[in-house]
């Protein structure tokens, strides 16, 4: 043993001490000449390794459990995650209703089940309104109110979301009108009961628009149509002021569509040339021969389909775009008064109609003249017509546009007298050239509804006569409306006992060819 100590060389050995069996190490550590004795005992030593064992053992087991409760916090954090992020995704924030995305998803389930049913639209009138005078916190309580009233009133398979505002839709398992007006009123009734609460006098109304599911629109699963349906239901709803619920009407749908590609379209087609010029003429009720004519309005489309003013009139009226028509037709009928004198044919006078908006532009009277100019025609030809509702209350103003016209040479006629807000005590104060007799009077007299409206025409017929202004009866369909016009009197007559209104060409075939 010396021997390797001297050599630095390590010594394994066993020996006895105690009765007890030992192993022993001696290992030299390199420094002066000390050793390590390491001594292990023998029996016993599976111990030491069951401790080992018992102490990795019980160290993985640590780890597994961390691990496991790692994943358990982490799964209850993602389902609260998850039930934060269904919450925002599904629900309304204050109401706690579905949102209006869920309700689509879960409308649009239940068609592909095809199954009948109908959506209702809650609005409240002017809502705004009534935040700006109770304040938000109410209005937010109102709304919570409304919810809970259509949640209790609700069958099994129903549901409901609020989407914008004041905004509730409600899918509804019911598709007969009657049970749907009956609910619907109890709803609309126990929301307004909310403001009993708050004592006041502050009448709540609220809007309903329903629409009720088709079978074309459950065979094509078309969730999306039915609400566009329903919007159009509260639209129509919300043109009154009282609470009320509308049904979808596909009629009034059609027109709203048809108004809707009108008024998408007609400044194209005015620069198209869409807009054709008609002419009706009008008749001496002596002579029984063309007097002058009226210009009236055609749409052509590109793909030949006619249209006639009473579909597109009032929309444009709406719009202001009347006025752009207005003084086209005008251009129409100098530009037509001008072809006929570059022919050789002694023009005719062609009455156009003016709208109000136009009149009463500031520089209304400089472009007629201006376009009278462009086309070197006689103003004296053309007859402007305004309505009887422009004169009311602007006598005076009316009047001084009046003998701006007069000046250039216009000649200006007062339209539809009789259908509106006539006044005999009009034709006094009004500078006109002519008076237009709507055929309202014709109608009431020949079909006996009105005996007094015979006594009132003439002694409007002589009262013109005395104010030297020419009268013309409109409305003339048949040789009794014209024996009778023409006995009591009237200059001229207009109708479709003489002719309907035909376009430029045929009338130039049927009444110009004599003129050259």
């Not at 409305?475 to 014209?482: L, M, P, R, S, V």
């Amino acid at each position: 043993m010396k021997e390797h100590l001297k050599d630095h060389q390590d010594i394994t050995f066993s020996f006895e001490y105690e009765n007890a069996q030992y192993h022993a190490l001696l290992k030299p550590i390199g420094l002066k000449d000390w050793n390590l004795l390491c001594v292990n005992m023998l029996e016993n030593s599976h111990l030491f390794a069951d401790r080992n064992m018992r102490m990795v053992g019980l160290i993985f087991l640590s780890i597994i459990l961390l691990v496991v409760g790692l994943l358990i916090y982490g799964y209850r954090i993602i389902l609260k995650n998850n039930r934060e992020l269904q919450k925002v995704a599904y629900f309304d924030h204050l109401t706690g209703a579905y949102n209006f995305s869920y309700f689509m998803t879960l409308g649009e389930r239940y068609f592909m089940d095809n199954k009948c049913c109908s959506v209702a639209v809650l609005n409240i009138h002017q809502f705004k309104f009534f935040n700006e005078i109770f304040g938000h916190d109410l209005g937010d309580q109102l709304l919570c109110h409304e919810k809970k009233v259509i949640e209790n009133n609700l069958h099994d398979g129903e549901f409901f979301c609020r989407d914008t505002a004041d905004q509730f839709y409600v899918f509804l398992c019911e598709t007969e009108e009657s049970v749907l007006l009956t609910r619907l009123n109890q709803m609309m009734e126990e929301i307004i009961e909310y403001m009993d609460l708050l004592h006041t006098n502050y009448h709540l109304k609220i809007h309903c628009g329903v629409a009720i599911s088709s079978e074309e629109l459950i065979v094509d699963n078309c969730f999306e149509d039915l609400m566009v349906r329903v919007m159009f239901a509260l639209a129509k709803s919300k043109e009154t002021l009282l609470s009320n619920i509308w049904f979808y009407d596909i009629e009034l749908h059609k027109q709203e569509i048809m108004d809707n590609h009108i008024e998408s379209h007609m400044e194209q087609a005015l620069k198209d040339g869409e807009f054709q010029l008609y002419l009706q003429p009008k008749v001496d009720m002596e002579t029984g021969q063309l007097q002058s004519s009226e210009a009236l309005v055609r749409w052509i489309t590109q793909d030949n389909q006619q249209l006639y003013p009473n579909q597109f009139i009032p929309i444009f009226e709406k719009s202001g775009f009347c006025m752009k028509l207005d003084m086209y037709m005008f251009e129409q009928a100098c530009l037509q008064i001008r072809k006929w004198m570059d022919q050789g044919i002694e023009p005719i006078g062609i009455s156009v109609n003016q709208s109000k908006l136009l009149f009463y532009e500031s520089d209304y009277v400089e472009r007629l003249n201006a376009i009278v100019q462009k086309y070197q025609v006689p103003a004296h030809l053309l007859t402007l017509e305004i309505l009887e509702d422009l004169v009311i209350n602007n006598v005076d103003a009316v009047n001084e546009k009046i003998e701006q016209l007069h000046q250039i040479g216009f000649k200006v006629s007062m339209d539809d007298f009789g259908s509106g807000y006539s006044s005999l005590n009009i034709l006094g104060k009004i500078d006109i050239d002519e008076l237009k007799i709507d055929r309202i009077f014709l109608q009431e007299i020949l079909d006996g509804k009105n005996k007094k409206a015979q006594i009132i025409l003439e002694e409007i017929i002589k009262l013109t006569k005395i104010l030297s202004i020419s009268t013309v009866v409109e409305g003339i369909e048949t040789k009794e409306y014209h024996d009778f016009v023409k006995s009591l009197g009237c200059h001229y007559g207009q109708g479709y006992y003489y002719d309907k209104p035909i376009s430029q060409q045929e009338f130039e075939i049927r009444y110009m060819k004599e003129r050259r």
